[in-house]
């Protein structure tokens, strides 16, 4: 199936990024950083532009059948 590939790798990567930016974001705000509003607003913005990249590739949902929703939602 090559369109589940065009789908999973970017989502790896915006997974990875958003992921990572949650637990920056996590540990300013635990230490009370003064960037740490900044890093959420970061954190959040990079979030939903991989969610919305994940939209982007609704062609390749039949592919995964009903697990379609794992990695949308």
């Known amino acids: ?12 990567y915006g997974d990875l990024a958003a992921g990572l930016l949650a637990f920056i974001a996590l540990i300013t705000l635990r230490n009370k ?3 740490a509003l900044m890093m959420v607003w970061i ?8 969610l919305l990249n994940a ?11 009903s697990a379609w929703y794992i990695p949308c939602f």
């Not at 954190?43 to 991989?50: M, S």
């Not at 939209?55 to 059948?65: L, Y």
């Open 1 to 12: 199936m090559p369109g589940i590939t065009e789908l999973a790798i970017p989502a790896v």
């Open 33 to 35: 950083w003064g960037v």
């Open 43 to 50: 954190f959040n913005i990079v979030g939903t532009i991989d």
């Open 55 to 65: 939209r982007r590739h609704i062609d390749v949902a039949p592919n995964f059948g």
